[in-house]
């Protein structure tokens, strides 16, 4: 057991090596590479052209960059070749990105550029990098969309994207959510459905080589750079042209964030384990901080399997995992068996933390989840089979021997919305408790659609700090029940907008099978063994 003053200073300790680690990695850049650095770069004072803020046109042709103009990050696209080693690879291959890092800083932007293709890409099935760029990386996207760059391309009425980045991961973006119409990147080679880690042969684009191929001779209206020399010189060959600044509240600019309510698109379902950018310290301080997590997260399982609920509870805030109850005083704790709780869907954990929350058995039914999951379980779980009337008859069964844990969306949602709720459950019982459940993580995500689901519980553990909010809403009133008189679909809208009004959740119509199509290309069933 991990006393949880010990614990937070273990956390402070790993990210105090990784500042030292980083700070050092960042001073063995040669010196001549520092000022070539800062010579390819313009001070705000010293640009020709004026900021992105300063735009107002529309219906225009614009063209841009992805790295360092569309997104606010940085000029380095090094996080997201992370995400694809990590995610799309191995945790060695992200590894060895992350010892290279400091070696690229000797070398310039090209060959820079073609090695964290080769060591990202190398090897990897070109179903995998798609799946990346399609689950994953649009949540990153979105998050660190450039808020006055995005406006300027939203209103053109063309709109072009040169880009050094590989064409195979921002494409799919740009389309879907910008809109955009012609997308320039970097072409990879493939031998058998299998990257190889080497451009093809015409190498990186060249950005006025392309702008020329595109627009001919004519130009067009709008150019977004970065303070590049190279988006410098791509910005002389349009009509008019703006800056995008890092930065920008330093240069007394408006903030370039983008809040949620702004994107092109809601993002509803995302995939992927990691929680975070990963940026170089950021990655450090996960490797530095893997060591310790993995047996965390193996101790905290084991206890939460072996010990009664009482101890296991007062065991994991010790060891830094918090549960955050509210409504314990509207549970009526003389009522007969046969309550039905009705609980958002975070994480397969969500029947286990409930019961804890409780202090008392319950059973849960589940969809699709993996036998190692139900084997560890330390409450009773029973499999539905998408058949509405065994599955009907499973539950009555369940609800007369004990209370009953249901997660009517299906499926889980990490964004802060509610999914379509199945009606079945409100056939089956009058005494019914909506269950507003939330989750919050900093490093990894304890939910995936195409990886191995029976690691879910594991990387949920091997966050520094989880943390499940529970609250409990009440027994629903019989008059919203359907002995009330009121339609199962009465019933399940009525508590999935008391949920949403509950965690400040938008209710949507989208279902399980909207987020394994968008996600995984299936359905989501796991087909079952005679």
């Given at each position: 057991m991990v006393?949880?003053?010990?614990?937070?200073?273990?956390?402070?300790?790993v990210q105090i090596l990784a500042n030292s680690y980083y700070r050092a990695a960042r001073k063995i850049r040669a010196p001549s590479l520092q000022a070539r650095a800062a010579g390819s770069r313009m001070q705000p004072a010293e640009l020709p052209y004026p900021s992105v803020t300063k735009c107002g046109r529309t219906g225009h042709a614009v063209v841009c960059d992805i790295n360092g103009c569309l997104l606010r990050s940085s000029t380095s696209f090094f996080p997201y070749f992370m995400l694809v080693a990590f995610e799309g690879g191995s945790i060695l291959r992200a590894l060895l990105l992350l010892v290279a890092y400091p070696f690229l800083h000797f070398l310039n932007h090209d060959a820079g550029m073609r090695a964290m293709v080769f060591i990202s890409f190398c090897g990897l099935k070109l179903e995998d990098v798609q799946t990346v760029a399609r689950a994953v990386l649009p949540k990153f996207f979105l998050q660190e969309l450039h808020l006055q760059a995005y406006e300027v391309v939203a209103a053109a009425k063309k709109k072009v994207v040169i880009t050094s980045v590989p064409r195979v991961l921002v494409e799919g973006f740009l389309r879907e959510y910008l809109n955009v119409d012609v997308v320039v990147g970097t072409e990879l080679q493939m031998v058998r459905g299998r990257f190889t880690g080497f451009l093809t042969t015409s190498g990186l684009p060249v950005k006025d080589k392309a702008l020329k191929e595109i627009f001919g001779d004519s130009k067009p209206d709008v150019g977004l750079g970065s303070t590049s020399s190279e988006?410098?010189?791509?910005?002389?060959?349009c009509k008019e042209a703006y800056v995008v600044y890092r930065q920008d509240e330093k240069n007394g600019l408006p903030s370039s964030i983008m809040a949620r309510e702004k994107y092109p698109k809601p993002l509803v379902f995302h995939d992927g384990r990691l929680a975070f950018l990963p940026t170089p310290m950021a990655s450090l301080i996960m490797f530095l901080?893997?060591?310790?997590?993995?047996?965390?997260?193996?101790?905290?399982?084991?206890?939460?399997?072996?010990?009664?609920?009482?101890?296991?509870?007062?065991?994991?805030?010790?060891?830094g995992v918090q549960i955050r109850v509210k409504g314990l005083d509207r549970v009526d704790r003389n009522a007969q068996k046969g309550v039905l709780y009705v609980c958002s869907h975070r994480t397969l954990l969500d029947p286990v933390i409930l019961s804890s929350a409780l202090q008392k058995p319950l059973s849960a039914v589940t969809y699709s989840v993996s036998r190692t999951s139900e084997i560890l379980s330390p409450i009773k779980t029973v499999r539905l089979t998408r058949n509405r009337e065994r599955d009907a008859e499973t539950m009555n069964r369940l609800l007369k021997e004990g209370d009953l844990v249901v997660c009517p969306e299906g499926t889980t949602c990490r964004e802060p919305y509610l999914l379509r709720f199945s009606s079945l459950f409100a056939e089956l019982a009058d005494d019914i408790?909506?269950?507003?459940?939330?989750?919050?993580?900093?490093?990894?995500?304890?939910?995936?659609?195409?990886?191995?689901?029976?690691?879910?519980?594991l990387f949920f553990m091997m966050n520094p700090s989880p943390v499940y909010e529970v609250e409990i809403l009440g027994l629903l009133p019989r008059e919203m029940t359907c002995a009330g008189g009121k339609s199962s679909w009465d019933v399940a809208n009525f508590i999935q907008k008391q949920m949403a009004d509950a965690l400040g959740f938008e209710c949507t119509k989208l279902t399980r099978r909207d987020k394994y199509l968008m996600l995984a290309g299936n359905e989501g069933i796991v087909p079952q063994k005679k």
């Amino acid at each position: 057991m991990v006393p949880a003053t010990g614990f937070l200073r273990l956390v402070d300790l790993v990210q105090i090596l990784a500042n030292s680690y980083y700070r050092a990695a960042r001073k063995i850049r040669a010196p001549s590479l520092q000022a070539r650095a800062a010579g390819s770069r313009m001070q705000p004072a010293e640009l020709p052209y004026p900021s992105v803020t300063k735009c107002g046109r529309t219906g225009h042709a614009v063209v841009c960059d992805i790295n360092g103009c569309l997104l606010r990050s940085s000029t380095s696209f090094f996080p997201y070749f992370m995400l694809v080693a990590f995610e799309g690879g191995s945790i060695l291959r992200a590894l060895l990105l992350l010892v290279a890092y400091p070696f690229l800083h000797f070398l310039n932007h090209d060959a820079g550029m073609r090695a964290m293709v080769f060591i990202s890409f190398c090897g990897l099935k070109l179903e995998d990098v798609q799946t990346v760029a399609r689950a994953v990386l649009p949540k990153f996207f979105l998050q660190e969309l450039h808020l006055q760059a995005y406006e300027v391309v939203a209103a053109a009425k063309k709109k072009v994207v040169i880009t050094s980045v590989p064409r195979v991961l921002v494409e799919g973006f740009l389309r879907e959510y910008l809109n955009v119409d012609v997308v320039v990147g970097t072409e990879l080679q493939m031998v058998r459905g299998r990257f190889t880690g080497f451009l093809t042969t015409s190498g990186l684009p060249v950005k006025d080589k392309a702008l020329k191929e595109i627009f001919g001779d004519s130009k067009p209206d709008v150019g977004l750079g970065s303070t590049s020399s190279e988006d410098q010189h791509l910005l002389t060959l349009c009509k008019e042209a703006y800056v995008v600044y890092r930065q920008d509240e330093k240069n007394g600019l408006p903030s370039s964030i983008m809040a949620r309510e702004k994107y092109p698109k809601p993002l509803v379902f995302h995939d992927g384990r990691l929680a975070f950018l990963p940026t170089p310290m950021a990655s450090l301080i996960m490797f530095l901080w893997l060591p310790f997590a993995f047996p965390l997260a193996i101790f905290r399982i084991v206890i939460g399997i072996s010990l009664p609920m009482k101890f296991a509870r007062a065991i994991a805030a010790m060891d830094g995992v918090q549960i955050r109850v509210k409504g314990l005083d509207r549970v009526d704790r003389n009522a007969q068996k046969g309550v039905l709780y009705v609980c958002s869907h975070r994480t397969l954990l969500d029947p286990v933390i409930l019961s804890s929350a409780l202090q008392k058995p319950l059973s849960a039914v589940t969809y699709s989840v993996s036998r190692t999951s139900e084997i560890l379980s330390p409450i009773k779980t029973v499999r539905l089979t998408r058949n509405r009337e065994r599955d009907a008859e499973t539950m009555n069964r369940l609800l007369k021997e004990g209370d009953l844990v249901v997660c009517p969306e299906g499926t889980t949602c990490r964004e802060p919305y509610l999914l379509r709720f199945s009606s079945l459950f409100a056939e089956l019982a009058d005494d019914i408790v909506p269950v507003a459940m939330n989750t919050s993580v900093s490093m990894f995500y304890g939910t995936t659609a195409s990886g191995f689901k029976c690691l879910d519980p594991l990387f949920f553990m091997m966050n520094p700090s989880p943390v499940y909010e529970v609250e409990i809403l009440g027994l629903l009133p019989r008059e919203m029940t359907c002995a009330g008189g009121k339609s199962s679909w009465d019933v399940a809208n009525f508590i999935q907008k008391q949920m949403a009004d509950a965690l400040g959740f938008e209710c949507t119509k989208l279902t399980r099978r909207d987020k394994y199509l968008m996600l995984a290309g299936n359905e989501g069933i796991v087909p079952q063994k005679k």
